[in-house]
């Protein structure tokens, strides 16, 4: 027991139960390696270790790391957490120089260092993995780029705009998630190691060399705070978060599409499941469970603000309830990623079903409106106009585009012979010309742009 100097009695089984972390936290062992590794060389340049103490450690390291890989390595509970397991094994096997590995630093400051190793590698695989849905997204969003659908605002059909504009508003959201964690990267990337306990140690080791040798970009200026931090944690968690938030989105779009009565997508065999009951049944439970899922993500986030919230400076075990959900969110956020980008690459429009539903020229009801307002008619008296010929068309169950001149005419003279020019879905697009508007050379010189940053 590494504190064993203290106390008279073993730690009781229980409390082994309840405090041991390495079951999960063993996930870190390729950080602490690198870690205890580059703290081994600074205590080499400090004349704290020789050459061959060094060496023995590297080796041992190096070896223990390997067994890991390799599946042959042996956890031990009674340890509690990874740093302790592999210390124990690397002094089992080289002898007393394993024993001086500890010098100038605490599980602290060494499970701080392995944290923020272990985000920084997380977050550039997630934004790999978030530019491989950007580019799927964006794949599909060119093959129906012109294809026309409804668009919906609180859930009813508002205005026409093309599913190759709809798919690129995912694009959008993801490139600002993109942003995010590279910020949060940058914010992270600043070396604890060397803070100890709460206050440093007596024994100076090179912290800017450290840093240097694990790829951070500095060290942390008070030893105070970088022991007591989770920021970086709560920041990925939220970072994930509205991932979650966008891939749930993006689920429920493609649920509503896929389903009998939208009929605008259809979803792979590889991706959907059937029914134990029902036969004909073919569920989208892939973005339902996209959709459940972010549920966890957010969960996660505010169990760590809630067991940071209340803490005083610097190290409570609390801080030890921050592994579990920074790895659950990482891994659920990788695979959504992973196979949300190969179903959309997998999923197929409906195109004459597309067509079907954008040919309701309520859709155009606004662009009415907007006619009349190129013929003076200030916008609000429009909208009064246009919303009274919605009445006669739909009290005489007639299209709005088939009422007569004359019944246009009977609501107010300001409509004019050429109204139902108004009713085509060519000049209605082709009208839209402000940026970030669905017209189709919007379209193709955002999916252009996108096309070439992904590449």
């Known amino acids: 027991m590494m504190w064993s100097g203290r106390f008279s009695q073993p730690t009781a089984e229980l409390v082994l139960r309840y405090g041991e972390s390495v079951s999960y936290d063993w996930k870190l062992y390729k950080h602490d390696i690198a870690g205890s590794i580059a703290h081994a060389r600074a205590q080499l340049k400090a004349g704290m270790l020789t050459e061959e103490e060094f060496a023995a450690i590297e080796s041992g390291l190096r070896g223990i790391e390997a067994d890991i890989d390799a599946g042959k390595f042996t956890w031990s509970e009674k340890l509690e957490d990874v740093h302790m397991n592999i210390e124990s094994e690397l002094t089992r096997r080289i002898g007393a120089p394993g024993a001086k590995l500890h010098t100038a630093r605490s599980r602290n ?32 969003a060119a093959e129906y780029a012109e294809l026309r659908i409804p668009g919906y605002t609180h859930l ?3 205005q026409p705009v093309t599913v190759g504009h709809h798919l690129l508003a995912y694009v959008e959201m993801l490139a600002r998630d993109a942003d995010r964690l590279t910020d949060c990267r940058r914010r992270l990337n600043i070396c604890p190691l060397g803070s100890g306990a709460i206050a440093g140690s007596t024994i100076n080791l090179d ?18 705070d970088a022991i007591a931090d989770r920021d970086y944690v709560m920041e990925c968690l939220f970072c994930l978060a509205l991932i979650g938030t966008h891939l749930s989105r993006l689920s429920e779009d493609l649920v509503l599409w896929s389903s009998a009565e939208f009929g605008f997508a259809t979803l792979s065999d590889a991706h959907t499941t059937g029914s134990s009951l029902m036969p004909q049944k073919k569920n989208p439970d892939v973005c339902e469970l996209t959709r459940g899922k972010s549920g966890r993500l957010y969960g996660n986030l505010v169990s ?5 919230k209340g803490l005083p400076l610097t190290y409570n075990r609390d801080l030890q309830e921050d592994k579990e959900p920074l790895f659950d969110s990482f891994e659920t956020v990788s695979l959504a ?12 429009m409906n195109e004459q079903r ?11 009801a606004t662009d009415l409106a907007d006619y009349l307002v190129r013929r003076g008619v200030p916008f609000r008296k429009a909208h009064e106009l ?24 009977e609501i107010s003279p300001e409509y004019a012979e050429d109204v139902h020019s108004v009713f085509s879905l060519d000049r209605a697009m082709a009208l839209r010309t402000n940026p970030g508007a669905p017209n189709p050379d919007n379209t193709a010189r955002r999916l252009a742009y996108w096309q070439e940053k992904l590449k």
């Open 109 to 140: 400051d060494q499970v701080a260092t392995d944290t923020h190793l272990y985000c920084r590698a997380q977050i550039d695989t997630t934004m790999e993995l978030v530019h491989d849905l950007q580019r799927a997204l964006v794949m599909k």
């Open 156 to 158: 009813q059909r508002a």
């Open 207 to 224: 912290r800017a060399g450290i840093a240097a040798e694990l790829g951070f970009d500095g060290v942390t200026e008070n030893s105070m």
């Open 304 to 308: 760590v603000m809630v067991a940071v």
């Open 337 to 348: 990623l992973r196979v949300n980008a190969e179903m959309l690459a997998a999923m197929k």
């Open 354 to 364: 597309c067509a079907d539903a954008v040919s309701d020229p309520l859709l155009l």
């Open 386 to 409: 246009v919303g009274k010929a919605v009445a006669v068309a739909v009290g005489s169950g007639t299209p709005l585009n088939k009422l007569t001149l004359e019944q246009f005419q």
